[in-house]
C-alpha cells in the first residue's frame, strides 16, 4: 500500500510538471538581443523518458514488489498451518486405573524438554527391584533416541536413605555404573545388609575408592540435595510400592493389569510413544 501511495505521488508532481503554464515571454522579449552563435554546433538535448513511460515503470516495480509480499505472506501462513496440524494419536492397547495411573498435576523432569524422561523407582534391599534390573539394564540398552532412563532411589524411612545416599555417592565418584548391580547382589546373594557406613564404606573401596573420597561425598552437599530431590519426587509421584516407572513425570506404570516385568515395560514403551507424539 506504501508503495503505490508513493507512485500516485510521483505520478501527480510529473504531471504537474507536464501540464504547467508556460512562463510569460515579457522579460525575454526586453532582453537585450543574443550574442551571436560561435562556430561551435550546439550540445544535442538530452534525451527524457516520457512520463508514461516513468509511470509505467514505477507501476510495474511496485506490482512486482506487491506479488512478492503477497507469496510470502502466503508461505508463511502454510507453514504456520503445517505446525498446528494435530499430530496423529497413538492407538492405545492399556488403559488408564488398569495398567497405569495419571498424576494429577504433572511433575518437571530433569531431562531436555524434547526429550521423553522414564524413571525407574527402586529400592536396592527390594527383591523385586533386584530380579526387575536385568530387564532394565537390556531395556536401556534398546530405548529410541530422544528417551533418557533415570533411576530414582525410592525414600520412605531410615534404611531407604542410606541406601539411596550409597547410590548417590557412586555416582558422585563416577562409579555407579560398575557398582549399581554389584550392590544388588552383594545384598540378595551375598545377604549384606549394608545398612552401616562401615560396611558401605568397605564395599566402595573394593572399587577402588579411597577411605577419605568416600568420606568427603557420603554427605557431601551435592549428595544431600539429590536425597531432598529424591524424598519430594518419592511423594509428589505417590510411590506406594517399587519397583515402576514413571514416564515423564505424568504416569505411574503400576495398577492390577500389570502382572510381570514384561507387561510393565511394554506399559512405559506405549506411554513413551504417546508423549514422543506430544512433542
Given amino acids: 500500500m506504501t508503495s503505490i501511495r508513493n507512485l500516485l505521488t510521483v505520478a501527480t508532481v510529473m504531471l ?35 512520463i508514461e513511460k516513468v509511470v509505467e515503470s514505477v507501476v510495474d516495480e511496485t506490482v512486482a514488489e506487491a506479488d512478492e509480499q503477497v507469496q510470502a505472506e502466503e508461505e508463511l501462513v502454510l507453514a504456520q498451518a503445517a505446525e498446528t496440524q494435530p499430530k ?36 536396592y534391599g527390594c527383591p523385586h527391584c533386584y530380579n526387575f534390573d536385568p530387564y532394565i539394564v537390556k531395556w536401556e540398552e534398546e530405548l529410541p533416541d530422544g528417551v533418557e532412563l533415570v533411576r530414582l532411589p525410592v525414600m520412605w524411612n531410615p534404611t531407604n536413605e542410606i541406601h539411596a545416599r550409597m547410590f548417590y555417592t557412586a555416582d558422585a565418584l563416577g562409579v555407579l555404573d560398575e557398582m549399581h548391580t554389584a550392590i544388588f547382589k552383594e545384598m540378595h546373594l551375598n545377604q549384606k545388609q549394608l ?60 495398577g492390577p493389569g500389570i502382572k510381570n516385568f514384561e507387561d510393565m515395560i511394554a506399559v512405559g514403551e506405549e506411554l513413551i510413544a504417546v508423549e514422543q507424539a506430544e512433542l
Fill in 16 to 50: 504537474i510538471v507536464a501540464c504547467g503554464d508556460k512562463p510569460e515571454s515579457t522579460q525575454a522579449e526586453s532582453a537585450p538581443p543574443a550574442p551571436a552563435a560561435t562556430a561551435e554546433a550546439p550540445a544535442p538535448a538530452p534525451e527524457t523518458m516520457p
Fill in 88 to 123: 496423529p494419536a497413538v492407538a492405545q492397547k492399556y488403559s488408564e486405573g488398569q495398567h497405569y495411573s495419571v498424576l494429577t498435576t504433572a511433575q518437571g523432569t530433569s531431562s531436555s524438554p524434547d526429550v521423553v524422561e522414564v524413571a525407574e523407582v527402586f529400592w
Fill in 195 to 254: 545398612t552401616s557406613e562401615s560396611d558401605i564404606e568397605a564395599l566402595f573401596g573394593t572399587y577402588g575408592v579411597s577411605s577419605e573420597d568416600f568420606q568427603k561425598t557420603f554427605r557431601s552437599f551435592p549428595v544431600e540435595t539429590k536425597l531432598k530431590k529424591a524424598k519430594s519426587l518419592t511423594q509428589r509421584y505417590r510411590i506406594q510400592s517399587v519397583p515402576l516407572l514413571v514416564v515423564n513425570g505424568k504416569y505411574v506404570v503400576t
